[in-house]
């Protein structure tokens, strides 16, 4: 079973509301990666994080997603504003060290936008 | 920017047959590889990563060699289960800061 928690499993939204997910990453793991995969599995970086820090994003993640990993509550990462495209499964995965190293991934939160 | 090709994206076989789902991959640095399997409606899970070049890596019967002067890190298994019809990732990571490039990925049915 994945060590990696994520919440909730599955949320369904209309197109313009906000789309809220969280994740608890692997104990003892400062490093924290979300993920986009679509319906035909293909995988798409988000951001990611070092204990509170912003490692990384990409342009679509800085303009429309709000994200963050506060000492001592989950992680999360919320769609602003919920567009069909957004439609998808959200993956956490955490890890020991950003370079090299091995990701374990939570179960995903699958997003609806109707 | 480095990719990772993985050119079968179903394969179907009788169960106890042998398995190869290649995977090439183009990078300008000295990456690490993995293999993913995800089955569904779970996690991906890690099931095997790359070792130095031309050493083989084995997990749970699944085995992988690195080979960088072909840039290869084909997944094998000598004979498949019902158990192992699932996706199957190829991914490398380079660029420290964004984790993981994945494949398209593969999906094994295994049948009776």
């Known amino acids: 079973n994945s060590k990696v928690i994520q919440t909730p499993r599955y949320l369904v939204k209309g197109q313009g509301q906000k789309a809220k997910m969280r994740c608890i990453p692997e104990k003892g793991h400062p490093v924290v990666f979300w993920y986009q995969q679509n319906k035909n599995n293909e995988f798409k970086f988000l951001i990611n994080f070092q204990n509170q820090e912003v490692l990384q994003q990409i342009d679509m993640t800085e303009k429309r997603f709000s994200a963050e990993c506060p000492s001592n509550s989950p992680c999360s990462l919320e769609i602003q504003s919920s567009e069909a495209g957004d439609s998808a499964l959200y993956l956490c995965?955490?890890?020991?060290?950003?370079?090299?190293?091995?990701?374990?991934f939570g179960e995903g939160s699958r997003l609806i936008v109707v | 920017g480095d990719s990772v090709t993985q050119t079968e994206g179903l394969v179907t076989l009788t169960k106890g047959l042998p398995v190869m789902l290649n995977c090439t991959y183009q990078t300008t640095y000295s990456p690490f590889l993995f293999w993913y399997v995800q089955h569904l409606n779970e996690a991906p899970k890690l099931l095997l990563k790359?070792?130095?070049?031309?050493k083989r890596t084995e997990h749970q019967g699944f085995y992988a060699t690195l080979h960088k002067s072909s840039s290869s890190f084909h997944l094998q298994k000598s004979s498949v289960q019902l158990s192992d019809s699932a996706l199957y990732f190829c991914?490398?990571?380079?660029?420290?800061?964004?984790?993981?490039?994945f494949g398209l990925g593969t999906r094994v049915s295994v049948f009776p």
């Open positions: 790359s070792s130095t070049d031309n």
């Open positions: 991914a490398l990571t380079v660029n420290y800061a964004q984790g993981l490039t």
């Open positions: 995965a955490s890890s020991l060290t950003v370079s090299g190293n091995t990701l374990y």
